[in-house]
T-cell receptor
Framework: TQLLEQSPQFLSIQEGENLTVYCNSS?????LQWYRQEPGEGPVLLVT?????EVKKLKRLTFQFGDARKDSSLHITAAQPGDTGLYLC??????????FGSGTKLNVKP | GAGVSQSPSNKVTEKGKDVELRCDPI?????LYWYRQSLGQGLEFLIY????????KSGLPSDRFSAERTGGSVSTLTIQRTQQEDSAVYLC???????????FGDGTRLSIL
């Protein structure tokens, strides 16, 4: 059973388009993290959201944590080929257990 | 370098053999985590260490898997009597403390023939 569901699983878009990736769970987390992973490398942390309803912006990326701390979204504005990668969300339980979603594979075509 | 280092980067072995995977965390990081990732999939949490102690081993897939950490630094993940379903990328991460951002190594790609 997957504790965290990510959607969509795959996304192929043209450069300049906007997109949103969702991460949903029935569990409440103490915090939620988003990572990006490129082939042959480990995931790299993008952001951690802690407070329900929190919104964080990282250049063209906007992250939102749901009010009930069960879900999150990642929105990318004007996607670029450099955004291509596997995006993973991770729910943190009790500050010491990390549950990763199955990931969204994003391909941005020039 | 200053990042998390894992070795070997690739390991191919025959079914039934034992393998040992090594993780060198970032110096000073007290927390260390092991994950397993199947091709293009998310990460499966295996075990974490706070110092040399692993409080919860329930994430290990079977009793063929074991992990240890000595001196609060290097950790090894051992898989005994490997099976084909053990084939995956094994990722290690460390953090300054629990609930701090994790820094991942590039993983060990394990292939069981």
């Amino acid at each position: 059973t997957q504790l965290l569901e990510q959607s969509p699983q795959f996304l192929s878009i043209q450069e300049g388009e906007n997109l949103t990736v969702y991460c949903n769970s029935s569990s409440v987390f103490s915090s939620l993290q988003w990572y990006r992973q490129e082939p042959g490398e480990g995931p790299v942390l993008l952001v951690t959201v802690v407070t329900g309803g929190e919104v964080k912006k990282l250049k063209r990326l906007t992250f939102q944590f749901g009010d009930a701390r069960k879900d999150s979204s990642l929105h990318i504005t004007a996607a670029q080929p450099g955004d291509t990668g596997l995006y993973l969300c991770a729910g943190v339980e009790n500050f010491n257990k990390f549950y990763f979603g199955s990931g969204t594979k994003l391909n941005v075509k020039p | 370098g200053a990042g998390v280092s894992q070795s070997p980067s690739n390991k191919v072995t025959e079914k039934g053999k034992d393998v040992e995977l090594r993780c060198d965390p970032i110096s000073g990081h007290t927390a260390l985590y092991w994950y397993r990732q199947s091709l293009g999939q998310g990460l499966e949490f295996l075990i974490y260490f706070q110092g040399n102690s692993a409080p919860d081993k329930s994430g290990l897939p079977s009793d063929r898997f074991s992990a240890e950490r000595t001196g609060g630094s290097v950790s090894t993940l051992t898989i005994q009597r490997t099976q084909q379903e053990d084939s995956a990328v094994y990722l290690c991460a460390s953090s300054r403390a629990l609930n701090q951002p994790q820094h991942f190594g590039d993983g060990t790609r394990l292939s069981i023939l």
